[in-house]
């Protein structure tokens, strides 16, 4: 089956400083991937749509200059958080498309704590 | 524009009981529709996923849901719960059948006792 690694699973940072976090498709290509952000007890809110060799979409309300993403590899996409705060404190998780199916398949998610 | 309303964030029930955790949607366009089960400290898992071909959906681990459009929900249930059923269940609507960009309910909490 599809399978999708995130990495690290949890991160602790002091403030100020900037994390990555890799999304990996691990048994098939990914043409899209999505970032998504977790708050504790509350629902999963898409923060960006990457797509494979262009720029990711925001979804509105999402600083693009503060949570990077790059997707340059069929396999691969990472999230960097810059300048973290600790209100950027959640549960991250990206999910993949497999390239021409309609099956989307979600990492187990990174989470960050930031100090 | 859709959304997702997902009634009781906390549903207890006991083993062998019957499950239901409610779902009700709104969509300018034919929706998709899904519900995803996460375990403590896990990504999302797919239990089930409605596309149209059929108002009643089967998914994993004895779940079900009926979409009704006249009522705009879709309601997952199982008829008997297994304390392996504990987890927090999110259900999901999307404009598409892959379910790419969507946009979740605040989720369930399913707690079941022995």
């Known amino acids: 089956g599809a399978v999708v690694s995130q990495h690290p699973s949890r991160v602790i940072c002091k403030s100020g400083t900037s994390v990555k976090i890799e999304c990996r498709s691990l048994d098939f290509q990914a043409t899209t991937m999505f970032w998504y952000r977790q708050f504790p007890k509350q629902s999963l809110m898409l923060m960006a749509t990457s797509n494979e060799g262009s720029k990711a979409t925001y979804e509105q309300g999402v600083e693009k200059d503060k949570f990077l993403i790059n997707h340059a590899s069929l396999t691969l996409s990472t999230l960097t958080v810059t300048s973290a705060h600790p209100e950027d404190s959640s549960f991250y998780i990206c999910?993949?498309?497999?390239?021409?199916?309609?099956?989307?398949?979600f990492g187990a998610g990174s989470r960050l704590t930031v100090l | 524009a859709q959304s997702v309303t997902q009634l009781g964030s906390h549903v207890s029930v006991s083993e062998g009981a019957l499950v239901l955790l409610r779902c009700n949607y709104s969509s300018s366009v034919p929706p998709y529709l899904f519900w995803y089960v996460q375990y403590p400290n896990q990504g999302l898992q797919l239990l089930l996923k409605y596309t149209s071909a059929a108002t009643l959906v089967k998914g994993i681990n004895g779940f079900e849901a009926e979409f009704k459009k006249s009522e705009t929900s879709f309601h997952l249930t199982k008829p008997s719960a297994h304390m392996s059923d504990a987890a927090e269940y999110f259900c999901?609507?999307?404009?598409?059948?892959?379910?790419?960009?969507?946009?979740f309910g605040k989720g369930t909490t399913l707690s079941v006792s022995s």
């Open positions: 999901a609507v999307s404009t598409n059948q892959a379910g790419t960009a969507l946009i």
């Open positions: 999910s993949a498309q497999k390239s021409g199916a309609n099956v989307l398949t």
